[in-house]
């Protein structure tokens, strides 16, 4: 019976994961505004969010407007500035943030300004931000921003957007401006940052993957066999180079070196429990419980040890909700052949769509800890991002909140079972 109750857990999580079903991550809620305001910049529509793990604040006004007409540190309490800013207020704390829309300046391009304010309003310090920004009208403005760029932690926060005309027309009486505009018009609005991560992905198109599209030009560097001692070195190329890669792990070396793949931005790919040939499904699915229980995140690719495969274990990998994905460029650093070997076998053979297989684990893998800084630079050079498989093969990843990992220790009769046998009889159990 507690074999029956495991399995159909699973099978509801996996179920889960496979359909989205998991909490939304693009909280806010749109605030509207009547025209209560003269000047270009009264606002009409204002929306703070979060998609993925990414801020995005959108506003709409009643005219156009040039973002280089835009003062990005103004003192918002003062009638002869122009400004879009939004202000920011965590529950708790006294200090507010200010984020402003602005023109470039000094060589700088960034056109989005983050501040923090004092008492009065004033400007304390502030610093230009990266963010992408959309005009899809002269009347609308996007950003899209990483939260800790602007100091922006996980919590609840109040906040309020603020905008300025400026002119003759827009003096009132008493040196008041009949230009400025609030949203809300009382009080403030409520957002929630949440701290997220990818849990899953959508499996979609035919098995199995020897590469990707060719178009755009994209690269996948793969990493089989960890974790293991070599796992963190890599990570810091990656990262150290802004490359991206995937990483198949087998389920009785999952660790919270795992955890720290998925923290650092990377993908999980399940790779069988023991390493054995023809993986069994009950290898497969105890793989994606190890990795879940530790980062939170389901597989959706599997690979095959040795990339051999057969119909049953495509289709076993496929009931489980994973694309079974291969290679088509080995560079052979299982073999220990040097790392000026492993770097020109892979820039050689590299093309648009490529899926490289490389090993973090299963022996020294210093040399190809070396050569991957090497073999980074020069596809970059040649025009290529390095992306996960997931977004080489158009899958869709599923966020979720950050949960603390929780245990879900792998079934008894799989750790005692004989590499990829099937799971006992309830009678057996």
Not at 354 to 373: E, F, K, W, Y
Request: proline share 7%; glycine share 8%.
């Amino acid at each position: 019976m507690r074999l029956k109750l495991y399995f159909m857990a699973a099978g509801v999580l996996a179920a889960s994961v496979a359909m989205g079903v998991v909490p939304r991550i693009a909280a806010g809620r749109p605030q509207s505004d009547p025209r209560d305001a003269r000047g270009r910049l009264d606002l009409r529509k204002v929306n703070v969010a979060q998609v993925q793990r990414s801020m995005r604040v959108a506003v709409d006004t009643s005219g156009g407007f040039r973002l280089s007409a835009l003062n990005r540190h103004p003192d918002t309490t003062n009638p002869k500035k122009r400004f879009l800013c939004l202000h920011l207020h965590r529950f708790g704390r006294k200090r507010t943030r200010q984020l402003c829309f602005g023109a470039r300046s000094n060589g700088d391009a960034a056109t989005l300004a983050y501040a923090t304010l004092k008492p009065d309003g004033s400007v304390r310090s502030w610093k230009p931000i990266d963010a992408s920004i959309d005009r899809p009208t002269k009347h609308s403005v996007i950003a899209r921003f990483n939260p800790r760029r602007a100091d922006l932690d996980p919590g609840k926060y109040r906040w309020r957007f603020l905008s300025q005309s400026t002119g003759t027309k827009c003096e009132g009486p008493q040196g008041t401006n009949i230009c400025f505009d609030r949203v809300p018009n009382h009080g403030a609005a409520g957002f929630k940052l949440e701290r997220v991560q990818p849990v899953g992905c959508r499996d979609s198109g035919g098995s199995p993957r020897f590469n990707g599209p060719a178009h755009p030009k994209r690269i996948a560097l793969t990493f089989d066999d960890g974790p293991s001692s070599y796992t963190p070195a890599i990570l810091n190329v990656l990262q150290r180079h802004h490359a991206k890669g995937t990483f198949f792990e087998i389920g009785e070396q999952v660790s919270s070196e795992s955890r720290a793949v998925l923290e650092a931005g990377e993908e999980l790919g399940n790779h069988s429990y023991h390493h054995e040939n023809d993986p069994s499904r009950a290898s497969m699915a105890a793989t994606n419980s190890r990795i879940r229980s530790v980062s939170g995140f389901t597989p959706c690719l599997f690979r095959p040890p040795g990339g051999a495969y057969n119909s049953r274990v495509v289709a076993d990998a496929k009931a489980l909700g994973m694309t079974t994905v291969i290679w088509n460029v080995d560079p052979r650093d299982w073999s220990t052949p040097g790392s000026g070997a492993i770097y020109s076998r892979v820039v050689s053979a590299a093309r648009p769509g490529a899926i490289v297989i490389m090993h973090d684990g299963g022996g020294n893998r210093s040399q190809t800890v070396a050569a991957l800084p090497r073999i980074i630079r020069t596809l970059r050079d040649r025009g290529y991002r390095l992306v996960t498989v997931s977004k080489l093969l158009h899958q869709r990843m599923i966020w979720g909140p950050v949960r603390r990992p929780f245990e879900l220790r792998t079934p008894r009769w799989f750790l005692n079972s004989p590499a990829g046998s099937a799971p006992p009889t309830e009678k057996e159990e």
